[in-house]
DNA sequence: CTCCATTGGTCTGATGATCGAACCAGTGCA
DNA sequence: TGCACTGGTTCGATCATCAGACCAATGGAG
């Protein structure tokens, strides 16, 4: 278990979340490959992440089984089944950070595919249930500030895209 | 801002919601407000985190909006209308850890108050809604292990108690 | 009013985590 | 065969966290 990262003798299960996702960069990275970043130098163009921390946070979530690592070569990161789950409680956070800096200008629009806008709750507004992340289609929203940051990863990101598909960046 | 939070840079809600709530602790700490802890020893003694860092991080939470420290001599700390806003974030992300750790027996079971129980997506069972924080009762539930911690504070959280109200301790 | 335990902290030195920068081996295209 | 790129690792410096000592203010008992 990473030094930094032990709340033992918390009879809670947030604790035990917070063991794996809980890190400096963690839940970053997670919602990156939500978004479809798979390949170690995308996610540190990203995330201005040094590179040894972020070896070190990858080969974390693969030994928890949040990401597999394919291919010999220039592996690519995957999100597993048991981060899909994860959605809800990023989304989540998300939306209080959206309504907390720039309330009534989100900087990211999310719909369901096919069916309607989603509310802030995380259901779609036009059927009423909760879309999977592979459902859902992500685009920037007017608070949105496209001066921020210009990497070619960034920019891929600002394409109007489903979840969980693999960035083509460039 | 503290120092190991800042993500500056980053276009992203997230990242916003991180510098606030992503430090070490903090999270558990709003945990334990939800739950009713309102004062600085009974946090300590149910954390066992470092006095110092709680100290920073209780500063940090008030400068932030997200608690308020009302009393001159032994104040108590409560949680902000905004900071309310957060427990469906923090709801989720316990729910993750539920089903991540121990499947099927939950350390935790909330109820919608006068309603029904309350489903691992947040929803009550019984009337569909989502139930705010003051109408939400927690009780120990088949997976809770009762002799991991025996200081007052965690003897009293095992009562079965609404959320928000403050905790009596002995 | 005087003790004195409790509360809510602060301070300190040791240890652990993160940082930017340098380095390096394998890949893959020209 | 070269050379740029990818996916790392290693290094010393800096920052955060830790346990434990310390301390001032509160507040109840006598």
Not at 12 to 21: D, I
Not at 145 to 158: E, F, K, Q
């Amino acid at each position: 278990m990473p030094l930094g990262t032990d709340y033992a003798r918390q009879d809670c299960s947030l604790a035990r979340s917070l063991e794996v996702v809980g890190e400096r960069w963690t839940l970053l990275i997670l919602r990156d490959a939500f978004f479809g970043v798979r390949r170690f130098s995308d996610f540190q163009a990203h995330l201005d992440i040094s590179r040894a921390v972020l070896s070190t946070r990858l080969e974390a979530l693969v030994a928890d089984g949040l990401l597999t690592r394919a291919g010999d070569g220039h592996p690519e990161y995957a999100l597993t089944e048991e981060a899909l789950g994860l959605w809800p409680a990023l989304f989540a956070l998300g939306q209080w950070g959206e309504r907390r800096t720039t309330p009534g200008r989100p900087r990211r629009l999310y719909r369901h595919v096919g069916c309607g806008e989603m509310a802030s709750d995380g259901r779609c507004e036009t059927c009423g249930g909760f879309p999977a992340p592979a459902d859902v289609e992500v685009r920037p929203g007017p608070g949105a500030d496209p001066t921020l940051r210009d990497d070619p990863v960034s920019v891929a990101l600002r394409e109007p895209h489903r979840l969980l598909e693999p960035l083509l960046v460039r």
